[in-house]
């Protein structure tokens, strides 16, 4: 008991310190939230100038500093659409060592053009990706070197004003909602909550598989969308593992397995509930999100993986992660162990996924009609 206490002490010290410091930050928060909201005035009051091109342009973005899941929603709607559309999307390759434009092939190399992007290319080779920070000479360079591009999706663009997207998505984390979240530094928002009212689409993300229609109702109430917003809710959902270096090569028995999961990502608690459920045992190697690997810290790593007492153990990673890790002159170190890769995907109910894809889709053929008529 006494430990226990001590513990349960210690807690609320920690939150007593967390929040003076909060307020000790307030100040700034406001000063920082306030320059965001002179900033999106003058894009409002066209003051400074945004450029809308004559295409369908999806933006996927959100208020707060990341950890809403924009990389794998963006999978989950070119999956909705690319049967349809030739699909484009450009993305600042968050964590490249490069500047300016670049197309994404399947060989780029992640220092190059982002692990996400890469990510993407891979798994949807036939549509076309391209990083560029500036987005406004970004979009029409893809549309020159790519001209069969239909639609571009717009990764993390939200607050990238200078563009204006025909179509707004807006992510926020289940477990962080942005309604209860404050502007930077004090909280994890880019700009202030009032923000949201730019949105076409609110999707609620990393949702409980099963949450239930009155919770929805409550977290909807609380978001309070305007008259033309739609609010969606999504979920996390895991594939089989396979090995990396062979895609082929499925891994069976995850429930017999003991687990070193290793990765760079922002947000831990999915993969400790997905492993908690689905692995014998397993050890947590988190890593800062869009983490650069190198021989001693992959090594560090396999050190710990042969210090687990067990003869049917493995290891496993994100993809984000494994794009980053089979093309590199790390390879060769990690062959030795049995590493694996988690897919990800998103997940929604039925309906909604069909009202989802439907809405979009009801604004492309808006947008390409009104394309085809000017013409």
Known sequence: MHFYFNAFGATLQILETANTLRKLTLPFSWLYGGFMSLRNWFFDKKL???????????????????????????????????????????????????IGFFMVNEDSQATQVGDEPLQIKQNYPQTHVAVGEQRIIAIPTLINETPDTQVVLLDDAYQHRYVQAGMYILLSDYSKMFYDDMVLPAGNLREFKSGYKRADIIIVTKCPPNLGSEEKEVIKKKINPLAHQQVFFSYLQYGQPYALTNKQTLLEGLKQKDVLFFAGIANANPINEYLTENANTFELVKLPDHANYTKTGIETIGKNFE????????????????VKLAQSELKETIAKWPLYVLPLEIGMNADDKQHFASHIETYIQKELSITTHTE
């Open 307 to 322: 210090a687990l007492a067990s003869q049917n153990k493995i290891m496993l990673t994100t993809q984000k992660d494994a």
């Open 48 to 98: 400074t100038r945004s450029f809308k091109f004559d295409f369908p342009v999806i933006c996927v973005g959100n208020l707060s500093t990341g950890g809403t899941g924009k990389t794998p929603h963006i999978e989950f709607i070119i999956g909705l659409l690319q049967s349809k559309y030739k699909l484009g999307v450009v993305s600042r390759g968050y964590g490249r060592k490069t």
